[in-house]
């Protein structure tokens, strides 16, 4: 697929420096928007809008909604206010906001200008939901039929309004605003008797969300039923919307993107990587480096208390790296699995007695496997190969002890934080790695360094 991709990308070059423009179009118009904007990410900027003026409408609407905010701006400054105003009417409510939300305010203001005054008016209307709300990620653009029409009645209406809609295969029926049931297009097609009423054959039983839902919780409503659309309510419960399957996707996928950056102690981003800055880089990582730093300090002020057992048994030192490693290691393990599992609704704070208590069994298997092996690996290389004779066999139990108990603690801390986190109402990514491996190298220094003073001296 991709060596496809790259023989396509340089035939269409190829083309372009003939300035082939015919055999261009011929070529462009059998692509998928999506694949004609990947195309345009490769292409020399000053020859972007040349290429975006042999694509029709349709195809236009399409590419440029799949592409970068960078060249979007690119574009919209080059157009003339007809072609804006033909791009503009091409794309759908949700895509504009998107649009609206990723410009600038003078390219914001002469999008708004061109646009027709009903969907200068929805767009307000959707931007003036929270940020994460299902509000903000709707459409306005859905099929709405009414329960006393017929079958036939329904399909007139459908085909007369279905090209300005987003998905036609979900009908939304609909009386006074208010929904009172749903019926597919497949319902429609198999049914005998044309003159059937459509609150005879409607599926009364609908799944709906509000406007204020969390639009994170929407997608994995949407991801379990399955379904191509979910209505959207407001605090009237009237319907005013929907949120589509590929707009759930684009949560997911942002969302996932953000617990993966705070996972990692960066602060989320809304830019790619390659349209981010030193200095962009630089203020999303510094905060959280900062803090951990500082945060490290505990582990300082555990081995200055130390000082005087450490020099008095040097070895130990050597032995400080693997614990603390193991420990943060083994937390990671824990808060990935756990946050992973509150992601997707798989548990919650009641479940945190079974949770620690699985966590503790885990910890008991990994913590008698890896001290075993830790207790070998010191006798047999440690001290019989590299011929160490500070190593005897207590101090290996000491640090196999250690590494059991830091692992351990390690496992309940792991899944303990993250599940704290979500019942306080924040983001469980921020336990993460970072700050729970913070948090165990100290404890597992404190562990170490106790077992240390009570057995060795």
Not at 56 to 84: C, R, W, Y
Not at 445 to 457: D, I, W
Request: hydrophobic share 50%; with cysteine; proline share 3%.
């Amino acid at each position: 697929m991709a060596e496809h991709s790259i023989t396509v990308e340089s035939t269409l070059q190829t083309l372009l420096e003939a300035k082939k423009y015919s055999t261009l179009k011929d070529i462009l118009v059998t692509m998928n928007g999506a694949d004609v904007a990947a195309i345009f990410e490769e292409t020399q900027e000053t020859k972007i809008p040349l290429l975006f003026r042999l694509l029709p409408k349709e195809l236009a609407a399409e590419t440029f909604v799949e592409m970068n905010p960078d060249l979007q701006e690119l574009l919209i400054k080059g157009f003339s206010d007809n072609e804006l105003r033909e791009v503009v009417d091409e794309l759908y409510v949700d895509d504009a906001v998107d649009l609206v939300e990723e410009m600038p305010a003078n390219v914001v203001k002469r999008i708004l200008a061109q646009a027709d005054p009903q969907m200068r008016r929805e767009i307000n209307e959707i931007l003036r939901y929270p940020e994460n709300s299902a509000g903000s990620i709707m459409t306005t653009e859905y099929i709405s039929l009414r329960p006393n029409m017929t079958v036939d009645e329904a399909f007139a209406r459908i085909r007369r309004t279905a090209v300005d809609k987003e998905t036609i295969y979900t009908c939304y029926v609909t009386e006074n605003r208010k929904l009172v049931g749903v019926c597919t297009m497949k319902d429609l097609l198999l049914v005998k008797d044309n003159e059937t009423r459509i609150q005879d054959m409607m599926d009364r039983n609908v799944i709906s969300v509000h406007t204020s839902d969390d639009r994170e919780e929407i997608a994995l409503l949407l991801s379990k039923y399955n379904f191509l659309a979910l209505p959207v309510l407001d605090s009237d419960d009237r319907m005013v919307g929907i949120v589509t399957f590929d707009d759930a996707m684009d949560v997911i996928e942002e969302e996932a993107t953000e617990d993966i950056e705070k996972m990692a102690a960066i602060l989320p981003s809304d830019k790619e990587y390659l349209r981010s800055n030193a200095v962009d880089l630089y203020k999303k990582r510094i905060p959280w480096l900062l803090l951990l730093m500082i945060s490290a300090t505990f582990t300082g002020i555990i081995i200055t208390k130390f000082e005087n057992a450490l020099a008095a048994q040097v070895i130990l030192t050597s032995f400080i790296p693997m614990l603390m490693d193991t420990g943060g290691n083994s937390g990671s393990q824990a808060s990935v699995t756990v946050i992973r599992a509150l992601s997707l609704g798989e548990l919650e704070f009641k479940d945190l007695a079974s949770v620690v208590w699985k966590e503790i069994q885990t910890a008991v298997l990994c913590g008698v496997t890896l001290a075993t092996a830790c207790f070998l690996k010191i006798i047999l290389v440690d001290r019989m190969l590299l011929g160490n004779t500070d190593v005897t066999v207590l101090v290996a139990f000491v640090v196999c002890a250690a590494m059991a108990l830091t692992i351990l603690v390690a496992k309940v801390i792991g899944c303990t934080l993250p599940m704290v986190a979500n019942r306080l109402g924040f983001d469980p990514a921020v336990m993460s790695s970072p700050f729970i491996t913070t948090i165990v190298d100290a404890l597992s220094l404190l562990v170490y360094f106790t077992l240390a003073t009570a057995l060795l001296f």
